[in-house]
């Protein structure tokens, strides 16, 4: 199985803030790599999709880019709606695994 | 807009049965692939198990390959998750999501991504 590993685990910023999460599969990925967003309670919310690729309705301060097997999701301007859990999920091939997420909480 | 409802979770013992069902609307279900991803209490996302739209091959994780079925029936738009002989580490939220994009092939999907989720039903297998 591929494994998704994602740093920082967790990290404190302010509205404002320019965040940078980072995904790295076991192995190559080409570039099927998604992002998603889920705040406490809620289900997750699809971000990026094949690596940089904005899903409809989600605002320009995120962006995804990749280099080789590691994968970045940045979020330019933090806003106080922003303050969430962040995963990576890998589609290259089932089993279909997900990054063990990046807790982003406020300063 | 495309929504997502799940239903049929609840406290089952371990070794019993349950089935999840996950009512779908404003799309194209029979040519949408789609599955099941679960999350254990404060743990991260595991995807489950995926049936693809129109020959409706099924994908499986190891953790749950014959335990559990999953199968739609298209003229309902509903798809479905049969789980037999449920174990203590099965608790969790279970989302049906749609799969987007890609391509499937007889052994997996790729390039898919997952969009929209639905709310959850929780399973809590429990003595």
């Known amino acids: ?107 | 807009e495309v929504q997502l409802l799940e239903s049929g979770g609840g406290l089952v013992q371990p070794g019993g049965s349950l089935r999840l069902s996950c009512a779908a609307s404003e799309f194209t279900f029979s040519s949408s692939a789609m599955s099941w991803v679960r999350q254990a209490p404060g743990k991260g996302l595991e995807w489950v198990s995926t049936i693809s739209g129109s020959v409706e091959t099924t994908y499986y994780a190891d953790s749950v390959k014959g335990r559990f079925a999953i199968s739609r029936d298209n003229s309902e738009n509903t798809l479905y998750l049969q789980m037999n002989n449920l174990r203590a580490e099965d608790t969790a939220l279970y989302y049906c999501v749609r799969e987007v994009g890609g391509y499937c092939t007889p052994t997996s999907c790729h390039g898919i991504w997952f969009d929209p989720w639905g709310q959850g039903t929780l399973v809590i297998v429990s003595s």
Do not use: H
Not at chain 1, 71 to 82: H, M, V
Not at chain 1, 91 to 107: C, E
């Open chain 1, 1 to 107: 199985d591929i494994q998704m590993t994602q740093s920082p685990s967790s990290l404190s910023a302010s509205v404002g803030d320019r965040v940078t999460i980072t995904c790295r599969a076991s192995q190559s990925i080409a570039s099927y790599l998604n992002w998603y967003q889920q705040k406490p309670g809620k289900a997750p919310k699809l971000l990026i999709y094949v690596a940089s690729s904005l899903q409809n309705g989600v605002p320009s301060r995120f962006s995804g880019s990749e280099s080789g097997t590691d994968f970045t999701l940045t979020i330019s301007g933090l806003q106080p709606e922003d303050f969430a859990t962040y995963f990576c999920q890998q589609s290259y091939s089932s089993p279909f695994t997900f990054g063990p997420g990046t807790k982003v909480d406020i300063k």
